[in-house]
């Protein structure tokens, strides 16, 4: 199993434009998440979804989009990209919420110039 | 105010030491709880669940939920140089998984 795959690993965004991080997860999981990480400041949710066709806010969800069109994918619109969302961003699954064990990706590095 | 606290450190121990750390939480409505260690570069990984208040063991990792106080700890006994990571909290509800800061810790040899 490869478990939860992102892509792509880097990219190097300028302002305002836009893009899309790919999360797929071969698990049957009806909980996915996406999360970004900034240097001490641990993990802040930005979108999460309960199972396909139902996505809702997270902690920080401005600037950002989601979709759940399939259990498998769950990926973050990034629109009029701006310096402030230069992070490592992360998405994760899991099959029952919380009571079960997360799984993550490893991680897209994202720079806006 | 922050859901879940945690202070970010960095913490230095000497190998051998025990690692004490701890979150605090505002949300009444987080049921499960859990500790996530970190490495450079890599995505989270699940150390310790637990779901009521009281401890857990596993080998030298011990996780305490007090829920009256909605406070959680992890301790470390024996640590190891391999052991220097990031410690995340975590806590969930209502689908919701909400993640602490994370405590680098440095364990030297």
């Known amino acids: 199993n490869a478990g939860v795959t992102q892509t792509p690993k880097f990219r190097i965004l300028k302002i305002g434009q836009s893009m899309t991080l790919q999360c797929t997860q071969d698990?049957?999981?009806?909980?996915m998440y996406w999360y970004r990480q900034d240097p001490g400041m641990g993990l802040k949710l930005i979108y999460y979804s309960v199972g396909a066709g139902i996505t809702d806010k997270g902690e920080v969800p401005n600037g950002y989009n989601v979709s759940r069109s399939t259990t498998e994918d769950f990926p973050l619109r990034l629109e009029l990209a701006a310096p402030s969302q230069t992070s490592v961003y992360f998405c994760a699954s899991s099959y029952e919420g919380g009571n079960t064990e997360a799984f993550f990706g490893q991680g897209t590095r994202l720079t806006v110039v | 105010q922050k859901e879940v606290e945690q202070d970010p450190g960095p913490l230095s121990v000497p190998e051998g030491a025990i690692v004490s750390l701890n979150c605090t939480y505002s949300?009444?409505?987080?049921?499960?709880f859990m500790w996530y260690r970190q490495y450079s570069r890599k995505g989270p990984e699940l150390l310790m669940y637990?779901?009521?208040?009281g401890n857990k063991e596993d080998g030298r990792f011990t996780a305490q939920v007090d829920k009256s106080s909605k406070y959680i700890s992890l301790f470390i006994r024996d640590s190891q140089p391999s052991d220097s990571a990031t410690y995340l909290c975590?806590?969930?509800?209502?689908?919701?998984?909400?993640f602490g800061a994370g405590t680098q810790v440095v364990v030297t040899p």
């Open positions: 698990m049957n999981h009806n909980y």
């Open positions: 637990t779901y009521s208040s």
């Open positions: 975590a806590m969930s509800g209502w689908g919701k998984l909400q």
């Open positions: 949300n009444s409505a987080f049921q499960y």
